[in-house]
């Protein structure tokens, strides 16, 4: 009896996901509304009269979870990148050439082209074909787990069709609120006295953040898959167009507007059209995503900061209107620099009410002659953010006002310095300003700067706030007791903290350099400048033409770089974290071509456990090698870790010498 009903019910599943697989995916349902509504009912009885026959993957449990009190976070296992913008055909040719010369072939470039949703992105985790996790983006490195809001979304499979899938696959889409869900969702609010949503953008994500999954379900959300993050095994295909013709046989939906093209006039042509169908489409969307199809080409071009060198968003024309300048109000960022700020009569510009728009810095105030009391005219730049385009002067009133940089910091009241040549006026407060020192601290113990580890941008903020720390350098100062003190801090976690503190006082002189926060100065330049100097008292007494002798230091940054040791704050600052114990490894520096690895070329993949693939990055550059994101020929040495993929297939194929972590470990030493 037993066995009967179970079967029954699996068949019953089978049959109602087989459904759904052919109405949600493929829009070619078989059976009217009425016989998949007595299928559901059918399922919905049993399971009723049999609760130890439930399961997690039943679609019946859509919404099943009992409300959270907050969302758990999520690490992703592969970052969650944002992608590079075009505006304009200029910019999507340059990207083109980058593609081409980087992949050093004068052939048109297949690309995958397909319009860009205006949602909220998210990461959904199936293990054994059952769908175990999702998340958002969040920083792109970790996001809020969502999984029972995800749930309730008839699109998204609570389990794959098919066999073929991997035991892990991990996909990234959008849940966006279809126009016409959004419509009817605003008129049911305003008739119940509600608040409406500003836009369907808004609508997903607050529907998607909702604590309690019961809320979620009523709302009418959908989903675009795009593309993949983890997946174990073998590659799904050698294409991106393949992979998502692959995920979307097993029950992922993908949008119906994909189209792959040969040549970047292709992709403007398919830019068109999209734009021309904008309208009719039941979405938002605020323009194309082109992505070079071959995933080997993609593996060669690899990435810059959080963007990959593959892919870019060709964004559409912005929108704008008209309002009042009502007022300009300064901002001061983590690098001192004054932005000013415009304050607007509210206007409703590209979906949203814009009250406040950049001004970018005073030569742009100047050069659009903007007043205050001035009819502006108002853009979402890339649909983004809002910016003061021009004035209308024909509306001036005669009382408007000019702009004036303030002689004091808004923050602080430290002198504002305005450098000969610069647009940007700053703060000369540096690590002292109560704007900058949150920023400055939580760029100095991030994970590429000091990798204090515990402590987040939110203890960062707590300790500031509560004046328990006013620079980099109190950190070191922090007692077991001070940190327990805090909230939801216990004894386990401060003692974490110190003991990282601790840690941390041994460093690199590149990353001690990278830590200060001197503008404009990324890893790679932190590197350039302790290999070129060896000692912090020589880049400290460089002048700005020494520092130009660095690789890759321009004037600009040799200025920043200059200015920022002239001044005492930040020259204290250095002298007392000496003080609380840092220290770092000093040499004279030796020839690149002295350098033992000089000329050699590595590759790391899989996961290193004695230390991160950034510190081995470092290590290996300090000592003269060329570290490259792709296997070839001219590779000498593969260090694999744990997880090793396609790059060590790679190597094995080429004959490339391979290490292990213990080899590199030997080598390095």
């Known amino acids: 009896m037993k066995d009967n009903l179970e079967k029954q019910v699996t068949i019953l599943r089978q049959q109602i996901h087989a459904h759904n697989h052919r109405y949600y995916v493929l829009d070619e349902p078989t059976i009217p509304d009425s016989e998949y509504d007595r299928l559901m009912r059918e399922l919905q009885s049993l399971?009723?009269?049999?609760?130890?026959?439930?399961?997690?993957?039943?679609?019946?449990?859509?919404?099943?979870?009992?409300?959270?009190?907050?969302?758990?976070?999520?690490?992703?296992?592969?970052?969650?990148?944002?992608?590079?913008?075009?505006?304009?055909?200029?910019?999507?040719?340059?990207?083109?050439?980058?593609?081409?010369?980087?992949?050093?072939?004068?052939?048109?470039?297949?690309?995958t082209c397909e319009p860009k949703l205006d949602g909220l992105a998210v990461s959904i985790r199936y293990e054994k074909g059952y769908l175990v996790q999702a998340a958002t983006r969040g920083d792109g490195q970790t996001g809020e787990d969502i999984t029972h809001n995800i749930r309730t979304i008839d699109m998204v499979p609570l389990q794959l069709i098919g066999r073929d899938f991997p035991d892990v696959l991990e996909v990234r889409g959008e849940v966006f609120m279809p126009k016409a869900g959004f419509t009817a969702l605003n008129k049911k609010a305003e008739q119940l006295g509600e608040k409406t949503f500003a836009n369907p953008r808004n609508a997903a994500a607050g529907s998607l953040r909702q604590l309690d999954p019961r809320v979620t379900a009523q709302r009418p959300l959908a989903i675009y898959f795009y593309g993949i993050g983890d997946v174990s095994g073998e590659p799904l295909a050698p294409s991106h167009h393949g992979v998502l013709q692959k995920i979307q046989t097993w029950g992922l939906r993908i949008n119906p507007e994909i189209k792959t093209v040969k040549g970047i006039k292709a992709c403007e042509a398919y830019y068109a059209d999209i734009l021309q169908a904008r309208e009719k489409l039941d979405y938002e969307i605020d323009g194309v995503v082109y992505k070079v199809d071959d995933l080997a080409s993609q593996e060669t071009l690899g990435f810059v900061s959080r963007a990959p060198r593959f892919a870019i968003a060709h964004k559409f024309p912005a929108q704008e209107e008209l309002t009042l300048l009502e007022s300009v109000d300064f901002q001061v960022g983590r690098t001192g620099t004054l932005t000013p700020v415009a304050r607007l009569q509210p206007v409703f510009v590209g979906g949203v009410t814009v009250s406040n728009a950049t001004l970018h810095n005073m030569d742009e105030i100047i050069r659009k002659d903007v007043l205050i009391g001035d009819t502006v005219i108002v853009r979402r730049a890339g649909d983004v953010i809002p910016e003061v385009v021009s004035s209308i002067l024909d509306k001036r009133p005669k009382d408007a006002k000019k702009i004036t940089l303030p002689k004091a910091c808004p923050v602080c009241g430290s002198d504002?310095?305005?450098?000969?040549?610069?647009?940007?006026?700053?703060?000369?407060?540096?690590?002292?300003?109560?704007?900058?020192?949150?920023?400055?601290?939580?760029?100095?113990?991030?994970?590429?700067?000091?990798?204090?580890?515990?402590?987040?941008?939110?203890?960062?903020?707590?300790?500031?706030?509560?004046?328990?720390?006013?620079?980099?350098?109190?950190?070191?100062?922090?007692?077991?007791?001070?940190?327990?003190?805090?909230?939801?801090?216990?004894?386990?976690?401060?003692?974490?903290?110190?003991?990282?503190?601790?840690?941390?006082?041994?460093?690199?002189?590149?990353?001690?350099?990278?830590?200060?926060?001197?503008?404009?100065?990324?890893e790679a330049t932190a590197l350039n400048l302790a290999q070129h100097y060896g000692f912090i008292k020589d880049i400290m007494a460089a002048s700005v033409d020494e520092l130009q002798q660095v690789s890759d230091v321009g004037p600009i940054v040799a200025q920043h770089i200059h200015s920022f040791f002239r001044q005492s704050h930040n020259l204290e600052i250095i002298e007392a974290l000496k003080k609380q114990g840092l220290t770092w490894h000093e040499a004279a520096p030796r020839a690149q071509g002295d350098l033992p690895l000089a000329g050699k070329t590595f590759v790391l993949t899989g996961t290193l456990q004695g230390l991160s693939r950034q510190e081995a990055k470092a290590q290996l550059q300090a000592l003269g090698a060329k570290v490259s994101g792709s296997v070839s020929k001219k590779t000498d040495y593969v260090v694999a870790g744990e997880a090793a993929g396609s790059k060590l297939e790679k190597a094995q194929e080429l004959g490339v010498e391979v290490l292990t972590e213990d080899g590199l470990q030997k080598l390095l030493s």
């Open 416 to 522: 504002v310095l305005r450098a000969k040549g610069e647009a940007a006026a700053r703060c000369s407060g540096g690590l002292y300003c109560p704007a900058q020192r949150k920023e400055a601290i939580k760029h100095f113990a991030a994970r590429k700067a000091m990798d204090i580890d515990g402590l987040g941008d939110k203890l960062i903020e707590i300790l500031v706030d509560e004046n328990k720390i006013q620079s980099a350098a109190d950190l070191f100062s922090l007692t077991q007791e001070q940190l327990e003190n805090l909230e939801r801090m216990g004894e386990k976690s401060a003692k974490n903290i110190l003991a990282s503190l601790e840690k941390c006082k041994q460093t690199t002189l590149s990353r001690f350099i990278y830590a200060l926060g001197i503008r404009e100065v990324g």
């Open 47 to 111: 399971e009723a009269a049999h609760p130890e026959l439930v399961t997690q993957d039943s679609p019946t449990q859509r919404v099943g979870a009992e409300p959270l009190k907050s969302f758990n976070q999520v690490q992703h296992s592969l970052p969650m990148l944002s992608l590079g913008n075009a505006f304009s055909s200029q910019e999507l040719h340059a990207f083109d050439k980058r593609v081409h010369d980087r992949l050093d072939t004068s052939l048109d470039i297949s690309y």
